[in-house]
């Protein structure tokens, strides 16, 4: 993970933390599982999965997006990165029924 992937990372657990005080975000839940992504967000009874990349251009690893795609149809899960940053939030608090 680059520094600049680990800052926004570090920026985006504060800010689900502050937005939903009753959440757990769990980083990295999947290290020892290649391509997991970086982070579960708990809620209540839910749960959204995110992949954090540094951007929008920024490669997938092995796995990445296979796992993505078989979360995402479990329930949530999603790629963030600076250029959609904002869209992602609003698109999990929306899928724990919360609006900004």
């Known amino acids: 993970m680059t520094k600049l992937e680990a800052e ?11 937005l939903l005080p ?17 982070l579960m967000i708990l809620y209540k009874n839910q749960w959204v999965a995110l992949e954090v990349k540094r ?3 920024a490669p997938y690893e092995v796995n990445q997006e296979w796992y993505l795609n078989e979360l995402n149809q479990m329930g949530y899960a999603a ?14 608090l929306q899928s724990f029924g919360i609006s900004r």
């Open 79 to 92: 790629t963030i990165y600076p250029e959609n940053c904002k869209e992602i939030i609003d698109e999990v």
């Open 8 to 18: 926004f990372q570090a920026k985006l657990v504060k800010e689900f933390e502050e």
């Open 22 to 38: 009753e959440c757990m975000v769990l980083v990295k839940p999947g290290y020892y599982i290649q391509g997991f992504p970086d």
């Open 55 to 57: 951007s929008a251009s």
